[in-house]
T-cell receptor, first 108, second 116 residues
């Protein structure tokens, strides 16, 4: 099956800092999503981005499908950005394959 | 517009027992998938239901079974519970277009199952 690797595994930020999370995948994809999982376990959709660039407030994402990677940018980080960020991809089937996640801690 | 809803939110069961988890998809969605998330790991695909049939299954034993109803809601059943079944169970819904796998998934808040 398709392999998804996320880096870094852990990230500690000071409030106001910027950061970049990376997702590499092993095959072509039809679907790529970024999620934020909060401490209560809620998995929140951030972006549906199989290719191209999108922005939503302080967050933006870029997927370069031909090179099999995606980047999630967090600007001016806030303590509420803390949690685990997952990249998930889907190829030619119904299964969404998740990476191991990046745990982000934003300190005040 | 109601999102994906799951019940119950928490559940404690004993080894060997059986459990049923429930999911209602987001309004307008016709496909439901179930995922298991163990502590510290990413979610793992269990199976997907579309038109009341199991369409694809992940690497889970037959103790895990499911059902989809005509109103698109779904149940996940786990028999003969093991301690290792303790996890967060997530339901996701999407809209399937013919011959297309590229619709985004929307997840519910999950059911946290503890097996003692």
């Amino acid at each position: 099956g398709i392999q998804v690797e996320q880096s870094p595994p852990d990230l500690i930020l000071q409030e106001g800092a910027n950061s970049t999370l990376r997702c590499n995948f092993s095959d072509s994809v039809n679907n790529l999503q970024w999620f934020h999982q909060n401490p209560w376990g809620q998995l929140i959709n951030l972006f549906y981005i199989p290719s191209g660039t999108k922005q939503n407030g302080r967050l933006s994402a870029t997927t370069v499908a031909t090179e099999r990677y995606s980047l999630l940018y967090i600007s001016s980080s806030q303590t509420t950005d803390s949690g685990v960020y997952f990249c998930a991809v889907r190829s030619n089937d119904y299964k969404l394959s998740f990476g191991a996640g990046t745990t982000v801690t934003v300190r005040a | 517009d109601a999102g994906v809803t799951q019940s119950p939110t928490h559940l404690i069961k004993t080894r060997g027992q059986q459990v049923t988890l429930r999911c209602s998809p987001k309004s307008g969605h016709d496909t439901v998938s179930w995922y298991q998330q163990a502590l510290g790991q990413g979610p793992q695909f269990i199976f997907q239901y579309y038109e009341e049939e199991e369409r694809q299954r992940g690497n889970f034993p037959d103790r895990f079974s499911g059902h989809q109803f005509p109103n698109y809601s779904s149940e996940l059943n786990v028999n003969a519970l093991l301690l290792g079944d303790s996890a967060l169970y997530l339901c996701a819904s999407s809209l399937v277009w013919e011959n297309s796998y590229n619709s985004p998934l929307h997840f519910g808040n999950g059911t946290r199952l503890t097996v003692t």
